[in-house]
């Protein structure tokens, strides 16, 4: 097993839906706050959400609030990022990520990356 494992990825229209997961294989997953990023071709990994060792903060970048929800259920070591109304820029590569500290929104602070899925417009 590897620590994170991101699933949920495929095809989206513009305005669309999708919900992605991370399964994590981690001792204690409650001890981590966890994170979602992205990364289109060519660009710089990016942060989108996170949310802390309980549930009770989140994270936003600002271009998807309103429009994203990141949720965890610490029961099945599993995080979530609910995306609604997805607009081009949203196409990427999805990465969720584990930290020891929140707020979270650095790559720098990320102890374990999963191995990302990919999100793509449909045509």
């Known amino acids: 097993q590897v620590p994170l494992e991101e699933s949920g990825g495929g095809l989206v229209q513009v305005g669309g839906s999708l919900r992605l997961s991370c399964a994590a294989s981690l001792r204690a997953f409650n001890t981590y706050a966890m994170g979602w990023f992205r990364q289109a071709p060519g660009k710089e990994r990016e942060f989108v959400a996170a949310?802390?060792?309980?549930?009770?903060?989140?994270q936003y970048r600002e271009s998807v609030k309103g429009r994203f929800t990141i949720s965890r259920d610490n029961a099945q070591s599993t995080v979530y990022l609910q995306m609604d109304n997805v607009k081009p820029e949203d196409m990427a590569v999805y990465y969720c990520?584990?930290?020891?500290?929140?707020?979270?929104?650095?790559?720098?602070?990320?102890?374990?990356w999963g191995q990302g899925t990919q999100v793509t417009a449909s045509s």
């Open positions: 949310i802390s060792r309980n549930g009770a903060d989140t």
């Open positions: 990520a584990a930290s020891l500290s929140f707020p979270f929104r650095a790559t720098k602070q990320a102890r374990y």
